[in-house]
């Protein structure tokens, strides 16, 4: 490599000084094998072996950042403390390893060329032809140097995502490469996450889609140290012999990642072949034994379940889960931590609109009614109403930013008898705007990045259920939104019984609303579920679960 080739700010990060060591994980044969779980898991152990890690997942898409992308297409978007709109792989990562990650742990494309691009335009190349080797290379391996050295990792894990033989990841698997190249090889490590499938129920686990992938791989210059091979039950050793034999890895090297009770298993599940001894081996490193502590106590409380609470999600982009997939884990991190398996029907609020408005009433079936985060007028009256009958019928609710917003707006009609009170995001004339436009976001234009976003403090009001449940004057949680409650409605919503027990901003925002002598009636501005971890549930969901088993 010839450091000459990069502008001069990269230099510095691409010596080969570097102290930490780099795990590059890798998908093979199709999408969706859960190269996040291994990616995570993989950290969690090293972790556990007491190992400074962290995790960095790269998106090959074009897009500068998840923010801009559809939901229901793309999943969720998870928010990092410092605002970063990001894949929901960090999500993943934090609840693993529960380390708070920043906004250059997701690389896109469209951040690596912005970087190279505009150095280009500042003339740092020097009238070099600027080209995706070495330059783009170049600052991929800048990118993540620069991670690994400001955090002083000892090890990071680095995932990318499709799979190998896509044309968008190439670049990124070619700095990989170049990376074991200059890093030097034992200190870094090549995992391949394959599939081993069974076509019919009696059949045999299938090894030669591994092959190919393996092929594939060796073909751009990579030859795994470890492959992760997904399976429904575990890798016959019959498989396992054929992988070590055509991946030329040895046996102890092939890892069966096959089903387990819950992901949080998927550590035990890997541990139990020896990976973290295969890890040290590949990576010259001296400890190789994890120190559990209660993770494993932790992990079993997802699968020792005594009963079950049945939760409504009456939300807008329901019909993929993935899109509230850390509403969903917050709810079972809070479930598991009561014994109980959170059951939850994922509605779609148009369900009770444009004449499905008597369907409403099969809300009575749930112990909670959850209104999760969403964007736009379609859907919305649903959310309303649903959060309307929850507190009419004294089902417990949990609103989390735009089921906040809706709350507000179903109590502003339904007991301050303003009929068409709304939020002007969804009908930009209503007489009264209860939910609005934050003043700063109106000469805003770009989509991209521009919301209110990420961790900001918030001051809780002494003598609320919010400051039991947090047990704090003080909490930091993060955000995703462009509208907010109206204060001109402060003393009229106050007057009827709501209260407002948290807010921001030396009190421009308000962060909290609770009903006293209802089950369980609080929503949220912010993000809760960004918050929560398997054996620490976030407070409002571990209060809104408990509120629903006693219901
Ligand atoms: N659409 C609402 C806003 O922009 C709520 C956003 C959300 O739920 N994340 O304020």
């Keep these: 490599m010839q450091s000459s080739t990069l502008p001069p700010q990269q230099q510095k990060n691409n010596g080969r000084s570097s102290s930490s060591k780099f795990i590059f994980v890798i998908g093979g044969v199709m999408s969706g094998l859960g190269k996040g779980v291994t990616t995570s898991s993989t950290a969690r152990l090293l972790q556990l072996a007491g190992y400074k890690v962290s995790c960095v997942k790269i998106d090959p898409y074009v897009n500068y950042d998840a923010g801009t992308m ?5 999943g969720e978007v998870f928010v990092t403390d410092d605002g970063g709109e990001c ?39 020097l009238g070099q032809c600027v080209q995706i080797i070495p330059h783009v290379t170049d600052a991929i391996k800048a990118n993540l140097r620069r991670i690994a050295e400001k955090e002083k990792l000892d090890i990071m894990v680095v995932e990318c995502g499709g799979t190998v033989g896509d044309i968008e990841s190439l670049p990124f698997l070619e700095a990989f490469r170049q990376m074991a190249l200059e890093v030097g090889r034992q200190n870094t490590l090549f995992i391949h996450v394959t599939l081993a499938p069974v076509l019919d129920v009696v059949g045999e686990q299938k090894t030669k889609p591994t092959q190919h992938s393996v092929q594939e791989l060796r073909r751009i210059g990579i030859q795994p140290d470890i492959i992760a091979v997904r399976c429904k039950t575990p890798l016959t050793p019959d498989a396992r012999r054929k992988i070590s034999l055509f991946a030329s890895v040895e046996q102890q090297n092939v890892i069966s990642c096959h089903d387990a009770p819950s992901i949080y298993k998927v550590p035990e599940v890997i541990e139990s072949q020896g990976m973290l001894k295969v890890v040290s081996q590949g990576l010259s490193l001296k400890r190789s034994k994890p120190k559990w502590g209660d993770w494993k106590k932790v992990a079993s409380s997802f699968s020792n379940y005594d009963g079950s609470v049945r939760i409504a999600v009456v939300g807008k982009y329901v019909t993929l889960p993935d899109s509230y997939v850390s509403v969903y884990h917050a709810l079972s991190h809070a479930g598991a931590g009561i014994g109980k398996k959170v059951e939850i029907d994922w509605i779609d609020s148009e369900k009770f609109e444009n004449g499905g408005e008597k369907k409403i009433a099969s809300l009575k079936e749930y112990q909670g009614v959850l209104a999760p985060g969403g964007f736009g007028k379609r859907g919305s009256e649903g959310i309303i109403s649903a959060a309307n009958f929850a507190r009419e019928n004294n089902i417990p609710y949990l609103g989390i930013c735009f089921g906040f917003q809706l709350a507000i707006v179903a109590f502003a009609r339904h007991v301050c008898g303003m009929a068409g009170a709304n939020s002007t995001e969804l009908d930009p004339h209503t007489k009264n705007p209860v939910v609005d436009f934050m003043p700063e976001q109106r000469n805003v234009h770009d989509m991209g990045g521009t919301m209110r976003l990420g961790g900001h403090n918030i001051a809780v009001a002494p003598k609320t259920l919010a400051h039991r449940l947090y047990g704090a004057t003080t909490i930091r949680r993060r955000h995703r939104h462009r509208y907010e409650f109206n204060q001109n409605y402060l003393d009229a919503v106050t007057k009827a019984g709501l209260v407002l ?39 409002a969901f571990d209060a809104f679960v408990k509120a629903a088993a006693r219901s």
Excluded at 108 to 123: F, K, P, Q
Excluded at 505 to 534: C, N, T, W
């Design 70 to 74: 559809n939901p229901v297409a793309h």
């Design 87 to 125: 894949d929901m792989d960090i999500g993943n990562y934090e609840r693993f390893i529960d380390t708070s990650m920043t906004k250059d742990h997701n690389i896109t494309t469209g951040r690596i060329y912005m970087d190279v691009i505009a150095a280009e335009r500042e003339g740092k190349y």
């Design 501 to 539: 027990s948290a807010h921001s901003d030396s009190g421009r925002r308000m962060e909290i609303l609770e009903i006293p002598d209802h089950k369980f009636y609080f929503a949220v501005q912010y993000h809760a579920e960004f918050s929560s971890r398997p054996g620490k549930p976030e407070q």
